[in-house]
């Protein structure tokens, strides 16, 4: 199963993320499928850079977002992409 999630790449006391899509059972910094996205939090305001057409086609095909990923996209993407971007029941 895909996982849409972020990796820390900035350097120490300095985050910086990119969101990736990747392998959800390899590890944190692990093989990336594609680069989707970055996110720098410090800077003011926190500036988001998204790829919405490809994050739209990972979610279509099954990739689940981490919890941070799903915050993050419901915060700066529009309303029509937060409803693919909902956790399905627990089964």
């Known amino acids: 199963m895909l996982s849409i999630r972020m990796t820390r790449v900035g350097s120490k006391k300095k985050?910086?993320?990119r969101v990736v899509l990747s392998e959800a059972?390899?590890?944190?910094?692990?093989d990336v499928?594609?680069?989707l996205g970055t996110y720098?939090?410090?800077?003011k305001p926190a500036v988001v850079s998204l790829n919405k057409e490809r994050i739209q086609h990972w979610l279509g095909r099954g990739?689940?977002?981490s919890d941070s990923v799903r915050t993050l996209?419901?915060?700066h993407l529009t309303r029509d992409l937060s409803a693919v971007v909902?956790?399905?029941a627990a089964q």
């Open 15 to 17: 985050p910086f993320f």
């Open 33 to 35: 499928v594609e680069n």
């Open 63 to 65: 990739a689940r977002p």
């Open 40 to 43: 720098n939090p410090r800077s």
């Open 86 to 88: 909902e956790t399905p």
């Open 25 to 30: 059972r390899s590890g944190l910094q692990g």
């Open 73 to 75: 996209l419901s915060k």
